[in-house]
């Protein structure tokens, strides 16, 4: 009976009613360019911004 039922999360996915977390990093990409180039640490900056490192790193890098 299991195999024929479609878990919930598909179904909502499915009507377009979840789109996923939002991306709360890359909305913060200009700020933490600008912070970097005054000279603020990766660290601090995510501190600042609320930010995980791991999450700074990431978007600096992709940003180029």
């Not at 603020?40 to 999450?55: C, F, H, P, Y």
Request: with cysteine; proline share 3%; hydrophobic share 35%.
């Amino acid at each position: 009976l299991k195999e024929h039922l479609v878990p919930h999360s598909e179904v909502i996915k499915a009507l377009g009613k979840y789109k996923g977390r939002a991306p709360k990093a890359r909305h913060k990409a200009l700020e933490m360019q600008e912070l970097l180039e005054q000279g603020v640490s990766k660290r601090e900056i995510a501190k600042m911004l609320g930010l995980s490192e791991r999450s700074v790193y990431r978007v600096l890098s992709q940003c180029g």
